[in-house]
Each structure stands twice: as C-alpha cells, then as structure tokens.
C-alpha cells in the first residue's frame, strides 16, 4: 500500500536558517503530494502541493519539487522565522478525483528560536 | 466562510460513557472524514463519507460510529469511550481534488 515517510522530529533551526525536511513516498500509481503544516492548537492547513513529476509547490517562502526518480518530495525554505515553528505533515493521494484518500507520515516538529 | 468547524474543542470522558463529536462544513464539499491524532502515528483514518448517503470504514474503525446526517454534517460516536480513545480528533472535508480542509479538532480525555 501507499506510505510515506519523512524524517523524524525535533528539529531546532536558529531564525534565518535553511530548513530542509526530508519526505519519502512508496506508491503504486502517480500521487499527488503535499505539505501540509499544523500551528499549535490548530488543524492542518494545506502549505503547498504538487500533481505530478518535476512540478515545484511553493508558498510563504517554502517549496518542495516532485521527484519521481527518488520518489521524494523535500520541504526546504531559504530562511526560517520563529513564526514557523510548526508540524509538518508529508501526504500523498493516488486518486485523482471523488473520493480521496489522503496518506500522512508522521509529522516533524520544527522549532526556530531567536 | 467558516469552512470545517467541529464541536466541542476539549471534552473529558470517563470510561464507559458515550459521546458525538460534531463536524460541519460550508464549502459544498462532497467527502468528509474523521482523523484521530497521536503522539508519533500521524493521523489515522477513522471513517470518511465519499459522498451524502454512504459511509465507510478507514483504517481504525473499531469503538466508533459516523453519521453522514446531510451533505454538511458528519458526527463521529463514541458508544462506550476507552482510554485507548484519548486522543484529538479531526474532521476534514474534501471537494473533488485531492487538497483537504481540517477543523481545529477536538481533544478528548478518557479517564
């Protein structure tokens, strides 16, 4: 079955740091991917995504490509903020419409200090 | 628009008792689902709702039930709360694309 993989937590960045969170994927057809992110309290909200091999999500700063080759999809961003620190979530979903069955891995924790 | 909101955002359980979780979205969404949220596991998926009218079971149904009461609201029910269903709980709704919209979720203690 689908799974996704992404490395383990914590993770403590000084602010203006380069962030990279690694995301692994195994499926059988051609996924979807996404990051999403979780403030403290609060659900996940959709960061970025992408819908097929080579395409490159981003938003606030961060971005992530597609590689199909390495079956990856990396979350990096240039320079962190204390208001970064978050969960992120590494998903993918093999259905291109109706249902959606969305695959999470297990979140990394970033934390930015000052 | 308020997009997914969920009812209540803390409750506290004793074992045995029974409870619904309430879930509601007005984005006009067909598919909804219920997550629940562990230390170290992710999310896992409870039940979900492909369209108004069905149901299915997700990866851990066991201890709850789902009602799809129409096309805006999905509750989750506990029937005789465990503490193995201490957790927070999420509702999402999706539209027809993959990307899905989750509520603030709710925290549950089972003592």
């Known amino acids: 079955g689908d799974s996704v993989t992404q490395m383990e937590g914590p993770v403590t960045l000084s602010e203006e740091a380069f962030l990279t969170i690694n995301c692994t994927y195994t499926a059988t057809g051609y996924p979807s991917l996404f990051w999403y992110v979780q403030y403290p309290g609060e659900g996940l909200q959709l960061l970025l995504k992408?819908?097929?091999?080579?395409d490159k999500g981003s938003n606030k700063g961060f971005e992530a490509t597609y590689r199909k080759e390495t079956t990856s999809f990396h979350l990096e961003k240039g320079s962190v903020q204390v208001s970064d620190s978050a969960v992120y979530f590494c998903a993918l979903s093999d259905r291109p419409g109706g249902y959606q069955k969305v695959t999470f891995g297990t979140g990394t924790k970033l934390q930015v200090i000052p | 628009n308020a997009g997914v909101t969920q009812t209540p955002k803390f409750q506290v359980l004793k074992t045995g008792q029974s409870m619904t979780l309430q879930c509601a979205q007005d984005m006009n969404h067909n598919s909804m689902y219920w997550y629940r949220q562990d230390p170290g596991m992710g999310l896992r998926l409870i039940y979900y709702s492909a369209s108004e009218g069905t149901t299915d079971k997700g990866e851990v149904p066991n201890g709850y039930n789902v009602s799809r009461l129409n096309k805006r609201e999905f509750s989750l029910r506990l029937e005789s709360a465990a503490p193995s269903q201490t957790s927070v709980y999420f509702c999402?709704?999706?539209?027809?694309?993959?990307?899905?919209?989750f509520g603030p979720g709710t925290r549950l203690t089972v003592l």
């Open positions: 999402a709704s999706s539209g027809g694309t993959p990307t899905q919209y």
């Open positions: 992408a819908t097929k091999a080579d």
